[in-house]
């Protein structure tokens, strides 16, 4: 349930690996925090979706809607491309985008910023939330069925696996590598996870 957590443990040492982030999010934290730690292969992707208690598509989204996203930089801007790319706003062609780069938002739609892991249970208070993929699963929401939009499979937020950048090249690495982008875990994901999450190598 935290995004930070596991990259300071990975940096020092007490974990050999993670596999949470991805890339923008893992580029963003090294360069505020100088952590020493690089990605080896993508994984999987977990589309963002836009959920919501009160309607069931976008047309039904009132003048002066109130949409949570997440508070951090790469999510934040993420799901403001997804509104982006569904025709609700427009932003300025910039890599990671906030709410001071919309351009023009004709619903006159507010946003809310919050801690991700939250957003599931913000849907009684607001009109919509833009949701990662394993917390709208924690929240027992189907992104399959529930999600009014949601991210393609074309979407660049691949999860990748991550290690001090020492590590990159040891042979635990390299045996994960293989292990995370075989032909098995491919199918399990594909068996588990019915297409909500899906494989990105």
Not at 26 to 43: P, R, Y
Not at 63 to 86: F, Q, V, Y
Not at 89 to 111: G, R
């Amino acid at each position: 349930n935290d995004y930070v957590l596991p990259n300071t443990a990975l940096s020092e040492g007490q974990l050999d690996a993670n596999f949470f982030q991805h890339i923008p999010y893992l580029e963003e934290m090294n360069s505020k925090e100088n952590l020493g730690i690089t990605w080896t292969v993508k994984v999987h992707i977990e589309p963002m979706g836009l959920y919501s208690d009160k309607i069931s598509s976008l047309d039904e989204l009132k003048d002066g809607a109130t949409i949570a996203i997440p508070n951090d930089a790469t999510n934040g801007s993420r799901a403001l491309k997804l509104l982006a790319d569904n025709g609700l706003i427009t932003l300025k062609d910039t890599e990671i985008a906030s709410v001071l780069d919309i351009t023009s938002n004709e619903k006159n739609l507010k946003f809310k910023e919050l801690d991700a892991p939250a957003l599931p249970r913000t849907l009684v208070d607001v009109d919509a939330a833009v949701i990662n993929t394993n917390y709208a699963i924690e929240g027992d929401l189907n992104p399959l069925e529930d999600a009014i939009v949601i991210e393609s499979a074309e979407s660049p937020y691949a999860n990748v696996l991550a290690v001090k950048e020492e590590n990159k090249d040891s042979e635990k690495t390299k045996a994960l590598n293989t292990v995370l982008n075989s032909e098995k875990t491919k199918k399990f994901i594909e068996e588990k996870y019915e297409g909500s999450i899906f494989p990105a190598f």
